[in-house]
């Protein structure tokens, strides 16, 4: 089997996160394994050929003792989720209209793609554009 990379993610309230990943991105959950006291312990949701994975936030592990949410650094985050779509107006109607904050309105690029960036309810920020990395040679037309 070929390496993959998968976004991991923590939310503090993962049912409701999972339940606004697929109402406004169109993640499906494959797999939703549950934790002490309402919490999710591990979640894989899936889009396209691509797949996130979720947990509760805990320090009970060396795992989570590494992480912070977003609002315990001021919003700032040391990487996003790029989500490839067809539609970026769309989804950013279906963001903001979800409650998500819209960081950068839907725009064209240099490079022929359009996208937006958004901060989920619990502060994730999520790149959203209908550029297709599978498909690089993009980048270079004109």
Known sequence: MPSIAIPCLRYRD???AI???GEVFGFACQVAVPGIDGA???AQLTLGGGMIMLGTVSEDDDYGRV?????QVDGRETQT???QVDDADRVCER???AGAVIL???SDTEFGSRGFMCRDPEGHVWNVGTYDPWNPEALFRS
């Open 104 to 106: 950068q309105e839907p």
């Open 95 to 97: 963001a903001r209209n």
């Open 67 to 71: 992480l912070v949410q977003p609002d």
């Open 14 to 16: 993962t049912p409701a």
């Open 81 to 83: 989720v790029y989500l």
């Open 40 to 42: 999710i312990a591990h």
């Open 19 to 21: 339940d606004w990943l």
